[in-house]
């Protein structure tokens, strides 16, 4: 089961843009907080960007003034705009928000399956 889906990735000179989507699935009824994480050959996963359930945004140091996430007013879809790309922020692009439920049960798979995103230069 998963409940969050990437799409939006790709190859792309650096210098230039992408803009992932994360979307939860219809049996997801509330969804707090949402990241994104990413993964670089060799390195482990780290945090991006995170949005509150309020929209209040966070960025990790190498991203901030470049990437710029945003969420829809349903709070089921999550944004991540990436501008000026970089070599190294080539990496697998992962959506996950640790808080979420159906109308039954919270929700324990928490991650998406990543979108490959791929700058060169």
């Known amino acids: 089961q998963v409940d969050l889906v990437e799409s939006g990735g790709g190859l792309v000179l650096a210098g230039g843009s992408l803009r992932l989507s994360c979307t939860a699935s219809e049996r997801i009824t509330t969804i707090g907080s949402m990241y994104w994480y990413r993964q670089a050959p060799g390195r482990r996963r780290e945090v991006v960007s995170e949005i509150t359930e309020r929209g209040t945004p966070t960025y990790a140091d190498s991203v901030r003034g470049r990437f710029t996430i945003s969420r829809d007013g349903d709070k089921r879809s999550s944004y991540l705009q990436m501008n000026s790309l970089k070599a190294e922020d080539t990496g697998i692009y992962f959506c996950?928000?640790?808080?979420?439920?159906?109308?039954?049960?919270?929700?324990?798979?928490?991650w998406g399956q990543g979108i490959q995103v791929t700058v060169s230069s």
């Open positions: 996950y928000s640790p808080r979420m439920t159906t109308a039954w049960n919270v929700v324990y798979n928490q």
